[in-house]
Antibody
Framework: EVQLVESGGGLVQPGGSLRLSCATS????????MHWVRQVPGKGLEWVSS????????DYVDSVRGRFTISRDNAKNSLYLQMDRLRAEDTAFYYC???????????????WGQGILVIVSS | DIQMTQSPSSLSASIGDRVTITCQAS??????LNWYQQKPGKAPKLLIY???NLETGVPSRFSGSGSGTEFTFTITSLQPEDLATYYC??????????FGQGTKVEIK
């Protein structure tokens, strides 16, 4: 069974930093691209970032580019999101998600974590 | 960026009703279109990929169709457990991968 478990969320002041982690199991982690998707409470879904299966390619939504960094440790089956210079508008639930197809970044998300809440507030 | 316009934003239907949701892309997305279900307090779940392909284990009352810029998601016979918000999502070519604004389905 595929499992994705996020951690590292919480309350942070504007301008601060947080590092989210996503521990995975139940699939061959280094075969798949991985993603972060966020959701402001009560609102819709927004793709945030993707990393290819071999970490050769990373992409970001414009609003976080230059502030967030996605990475992965294939030896630990883990995905990360380093979030710097946080803003109030980054407040959201953050989900890690697995890509649907082996070896390519499709942008289709077939497994999701339970989500972790990040609150940016003074 | 490709914009996805989903309608309606909410609907209320009775058990057994046919429910239809539409999603319009701002440009041709080459059928790179997924549908997700998000139940209250839960993570989204992939239901349909590439316009019309049911994810493993998804009941056959769910279906998708369309092409180009116009897509439709249908529940042929609404069940109580279908209470959820449904999102379309495009993944044509390069990021950003954008979602529709969601359709909240309520049971009458």
């Amino acid at each position: 069974e595929v499992q994705l478990v996020e951690s590292g969320g919480g309350l942070v002041q504007p301008g601060g930093s947080l590092r989210l982690s996503c521990a995975t199991s139940g699939f061959t982690f280094d075969d798949y691209a991985m993603h972060w998707v966020r959701q402001v409470p009560g609102k819709g879904l927004e793709w945030v970032s993707s990393i290819s299966w071999k970490s050769g390619s990373m992409d970001y939504v414009d609003s976080v580019r230059g502030r967030f960094t996605i990475s992965r440790d294939n030896a630990k089956n883990s995905l990360y999101l380093q979030m710097d210079r946080l803003r109030a508008e980054d407040t959201a639930f953050y989900y890690c998600a697995k890509d649907r197809i082996v070896g390519v970044t499709t942008g289709g998300f077939d497994s999701w974590g339970q989500g972790i809440l990040v609150i940016v507030s003074s | 960026d490709i914009q996805m316009t989903q309608s309606p934003s909410s609907l209320s239907a009775s058990i057994g009703d046919r429910v239809t949701i539409t999603c319009q892309a701002s440009q041709d997305i080459n059928n790179y279109l997924n549908w997700y279900q998000q139940k209250p307090g839960k993570a989204p779940k992939l239901l349909i990929y590439d316009v019309s392909n049911l994810e493993t284990g998804v009941p056959s009352r769910f279906s998708g169709s369309g092409s180009g810029t116009e897509f439709t998601f249908t529940i042929t016979s609404l069940q109580p457990e279908d209470l959820a918000t449904y999102y379309c999502q495009q993944y044509d070519n390069l990021p950003p991968y954008t979602f529709g604004q969601g359709t909240k389905v309520e049971i009458k």
